[in-house]
């Protein structure tokens, strides 16, 4: 925890915090942190800035707030992901928030298994803990938005096309296709498959609509190696 | 597991592999491969290729195999990391095992806990077990070198000079430096800090035998998402 987000419903007054649960608990073990002591604070899809430590006490930790610092400027990328299974999932919403990616539509593809979408993370409350985690890593505010899709067919050919006009759409997908481009540093869409990666006619589907296929070299890195790797590529 | 990673026990004669336990287990229940199917597979540090199923009984597979293609070109990169906390160790491995990192130092630093010296994990055998997982991962044979140096100062003084010799040698760190280069694709050294980060006089200290210290931008990443993410840019 880069920086604590803070809610709206944790003003007692104008200027003044009280913290209790994870991050209280985190602001007296992790940051050993007294009255007077300063932290990196950050306003829930706001401005970042410092809390001083007004009061700790048994049930909470009370902090003076000052918003004064930007967040990071969001990544421009749409990510569209084959919805990975529970564990995994939670270390990639953690990861692309920490990115500062803000568009993801996790998507039912042939190779999802059904079960995953079942899944109690997939609530949003439990969606919304995972991202707060990642930005809480990186020291960002705006929470990303995830949408559910749970059809491949309609969502590829009816939604994605609007979603891409005047961006670059590529899909990630190992095989003997140009490596994907570096620095282009634009509004891009990216769609990534599932474990055993897209069929060959999901890869079809994304290519009618203007996406390019492009690989990442001769290895195949996991969905979390792969995010990181090419999102460093893209921007 | 993108391929099957062979060594030189599991000949029963020229060209033909009997594989139990994990493999076998992997061959059945996730490729459900039978009699005549055929893998990808890998002789550890030798070439790939692929083999055929011979027999599957209850206890093993046989495989006819061919190797007659070259493993990918190991990543010029030596990386330097701090010590992980053990969970966080083992992911770490597997994943700069699958993006081709072939040499890593883990090192004693201000912030690694002392318990995680004590870890398990690093004992020769269960640090390959983790590499091997990342080599199937990407379809690479070649295992990277891990070494263990419990003392900071020795290490960075004496022995890392001259693994930097015609290198090109980068601390990530969080902070006002220059954002790390991209595309070097020249011979590196890449150091990397604990969760806290290195302390200043560690910094100082890289800085003065000849290091770069460099930051990955505003955000922090957790060093899972920060070790692809750089060597993404770097390469």
Redesign the interface.
């Known amino acids: 925890m880069?920086l604590i987000l803070l809610f709206k419903e944790d003003y007692i007054e104008p200027g003044v915090v009280r913290l209790g649960g994870r991050r209280m608990t985190h602001i007296k073990k992790v940051h050993r942190a007294g009255v007077g002591d300063m932290l990196t604070v950050g306003m829930i899809n706001g401005d970042m800035g410092s809390a001083r430590v007004l009061e700790t006490a048994p049930g909470y930790v009370d902090m003076a707030v000052i918003l004064d610092t930007p967040s990071?400027a969001p990544l421009p990328l749409t990510l569209v992901l084959a919805l990975p299974r529970p564990k995994m999932l939670r270390r990639i919403l953690?990861?692309v928030a920490?990115?500062?990616v803000k568009e993801i539509y996790l998507i039912n593809t042939w190779r999802v298994e059904k079960s995953f979408w079942s899944s109690a993370l997939l609530e949003p409350d439990r969606l919304e803990n995972e991202l707060v985690l990642g930005l809480e890593?990186?020291?960002?505010t705006v929470m990303p938005k995830v949408h559910l899709r749970r059809l491949f067919k309609p969502f590829v050919t009816r939604e994605l096309p609007e979603i891409i006009q005047g961006k670059m759409a590529f899909t990630a997908h190992p095989g003997p296709w140009d490596v994907c481009p570096?620095?282009v540093s634009k509004p891009c869409v990216l769609a990534m498959g599932p474990e055993g990666g897209f069929i060959e006619r999901e890869v079809a589907t994304f290519l009618d609509i203007g996406f390019k296929t492009v690989s990442l070299?001769?290895?195949?890195?996991?969905l979390?190696?792969?995010v990181?790797?090419?999102?460093?590529?893209l921007y």
């Open positions: 880069n990071p953690q990861t920490s990115l500062g890593q990186s020291r960002d570096r620095s070299g001769e290895r195949i890195l996991r979390e190696t792969a990181p790797y090419i999102i460093s590529r």
